[in-house]
């Protein structure tokens, strides 16, 4: 089973999405653009590194470029058992799971970046990565300082980061080599993220998360905050907001992906943290960076290899699935906006809606891709929408499923 992965701040650099400006792809960043009412080429081409070290600017543009990267992916019909993402990047993978629109994780994501920001202001922390010791020393580390310093990411085995006031962390680093630490990198970051210095920022993004819609993802959602797949919408609001002050169980995450028969996984999105993460966590899963365009051709390499990732089943040659069913697809890339057909406006509609209540007719408008009109070329019952109501999708995506008439059969 494929799982995608995707980075959180940390991993952008300056020119980051030049490699992608003649992907069909890039349309992403216009369109995230649109939503944040800001250039966000500029941020991804021209960007130097001071800028892009500015929590808001670090947190979107990775965001955004990580979309790019999976909408690419999409456009070679791959897609994931689960998904997962290293803090910020666990927002992405709410949208790459369709429990998120990607307006909305848009949205959510600058009230994230700018919360942070000010908390940091408020409260400067910093954060530093311990090498070469256990989990258990690096608690007792932080435990014996007087100061206000934490355990902030589970990255690997041998690999803790620890975060809070500068004084405290440093003095951590401290004890942590004397209880058998190698090393102590330092992160050229202002706040002490995944920690209690973070709780200021926490009643403005809980305001956030209260006006955001989340749907039930359609994969399962492995979180930081507690390393368990989730799969009902309700849970994400909570989690999101717990993630705040509490450590990125990243270890964890990526065992339990492994535990759920994940082997492969894909990181989409800048840098490649995460890949060398996972080949020291889980040395039996394939990692795959895909960072630039050079990379979809080793991951579909991969795919065509492994019987067990498999690419969408209909295109443009393959709407007619059994001799009484039929998928409509979508004509090119954009948010899926589906009609509200006798009440069915989703998959989670779908039950309560009886047999035969919605039915369609040879060119009915079934919803929108864009600016594009999406209308059925058969005639029959509407089973489901296989898109959630603003969910991005990609040309010959199948986007609703018919039942159809006799006279359609043929």
């Known amino acids: 089973m494929l799982a995608f992965t995707f980075p959180g701040q940390g991993?952008?650099?300056?020119?980051?999405?030049?490699?992608?400006?003649?992907?069909?792809?890039?349309?992403?960043?216009?369109?995230?653009?649109?939503?944040?009412?800001?250039?966000?080429?500029?941020?991804?081409?021209?960007?130097?590194?001071?800028?892009?070290?500015?929590?808001?600017?670090?947190?979107?543009?990775?965001?955004?470029?990580?979309?790019?990267?999976?909408?690419?992916?999409?456009?070679?019909?791959?897609?994931?058992?689960?998904?997962?993402?290293?803090?910020?990047?666990e927002y992405t993978a709410l949208v790459a799971s369709g429990s998120l629109a990607f307006e909305e994780g848009v949205q959510l994501v600058m009230e994230r970046g700018d919360a942070m920001h000010h908390c940091a202001d408020?409260?400067?922390?910093?954060?530093?990565?311990?090498?070469?010791?256990?989990?258990?020393?690096?608690?007792?580390?932080?435990?014996?300082?007087?100061?206000?310093?934490?355990?902030?990411?589970f990255n690997a085995p041998g690999q803790v980061v620890i975060a809070g006031t500068p004084d405290a962390v440093a003095e951590a680093g401290r004890i942590a080599k004397e209880l058998g630490a190698r090393k102590i990198v330092p992160f050229p970051v202002a706040g002490a993220f995944h920690t209690d210095l973070m709780a200021p920022a926490r009643p403005r993004l809980r305001k956030a998360l209260a006006g955001?819609?989340?749907?039930?993802?359609?994969?399962?959602?492995?979180?930081?905050?507690?390393?368990?797949?989730?799969?009902?919408?309700?849970q994400w609001p909570g989690l999101l907001s717990a993630q705040?002050?509490?450590?990125?169980?990243?270890?964890?995450?990526?065992?339990?992906l492994a535990r759920l028969g994940v082997t492969c996984l894909a990181e989409l999105g800048p840098g490649g943290v995460l890949t060398g993460l996972a080949r020291r966590i889980e040395p039996e899963v394939r990692a795959i960076s895909v960072a630039v365009p050079e990379d979809l051709d080793v991951l579909v390499d991969a795919a065509a290899g492994n019987e067990s990732?498999?690419?969408?089943?209909?295109?443009?040659?393959?709407?007619?699935?059994?001799?009484?069913?039929?998928?409509?697809?979508?004509?090119?890339?954009?948010?899926?906006?589906?009609?509200?057909?006798?009440?069915v406006v989703g998959p989670a509609d779908l039950a309560r809606t009886p047999s035969g209540q919605a039915m369609i007719g040879v060119g009915d408008l079934i919803g929108r891709v864009g600016s594009a009109e999406v209308r059925s070329p058969f005639a029959g019952e509407l089973v489901a929408f296989l898109a959630h109501p603003s969910e991005r999708v990609v040309e010959g995506q199948p986007v609703a499923w018919l039942r159809v008439s006799p006279d359609e059969r043929s």
């Open 309 to 343: 990732w498999h690419a969408y089943a209909a295109s443009h040659q393959g709407e007619r699935l059994y001799t009484s069913e039929r998928v409509v697809v979508s004509p090119g890339p954009g948010e899926f906006i589906p009609e509200p057909l006798a009440g």
């Open 122 to 153: 408020e409260r400067p922390g910093t954060m530093a990565a311990v090498m070469g010791a256990d989990d258990d020393a690096v608690e007792a580390a932080c435990e014996r300082v007087e100061g206000e310093v934490w355990i902030a990411n």
């Open 212 to 234: 955001t819609t989340f749907l039930d993802p359609e994969v399962p959602v492995v979180a930081n905050v507690d390393a368990r797949a989730h799969q009902e919408a309700g």
């Open 244 to 256: 705040l002050c509490s450590p990125v169980r990243w270890r964890q995450v990526v065992s339990t």
């Open 11 to 89: 991993s952008q650099r300056p020119g980051m999405g030049r490699a992608w400006i003649d992907h069909p792809s890039w349309e992403v960043v216009e369109e995230a653009s649109a939503v944040a009412g800001r250039d966000l080429a500029s941020l991804l081409l021209d960007a130097d590194a001071t800028e892009l070290t500015l929590t808001a600017n670090a947190q979107l543009a990775t965001f955004v470029l990580s979309l790019v990267v999976l909408d690419a992916v999409e456009r070679l019909g791959l897609v994931p058992g689960a998904v997962a993402g290293h803090s910020l990047g």
